[in-house]
């Protein structure tokens, strides 16, 4: 049950902080130049946005979220199933962002979401933790 609560929680701040940081860099602008003041303008304003830090601290609970999941669960099952944020990304930029999506977008979020779902069917450990040998 850890596994899946924590997966949830992954996906969820994963997506939710990538939407934040797009929301952020959308309020402070486009960066028009490369120069090193030009650079140090954008960087100044990312430093004090909000949408932004909250984004940060969102993906900092994914990283957390995931390093603790990747403890206990194999890779082979975390990684596919942390792909469910591939189709919530796009409904948060649809409700947060006001983005349009297709219907061919909205058809690729099905068959990611269907394919989530296959995996999630699968044990999340495969290992046997009194088969394996540690080194001494």
Known sequence: MKTYVLLVVMIFFGSLGDVLLSKGMKQIGEVSGWSLSDLAGVGAKTIVNGTIWLG????????VSYLLVLSWAD?????PASSMSY????????LMLDEVLSPLRWMGVGL??????????????TTDKEEVCVPQ
Do not use: E, K
Not at 75 to 79: E, K, L, P, R
């Open 87 to 94: 189709a919530i990304v796009p409904v948060l930029g649809y």
């Open 75 to 79: 890779y082979s099952f975390v990684s």
């Open 112 to 125: 990611i979401f269907l394919g989530v779902v296959l995996v999630s069917r699968t044990p999340h450990s």
């Open 56 to 63: 940060v601290i969102s993906l900092l609970t994914f990283f």
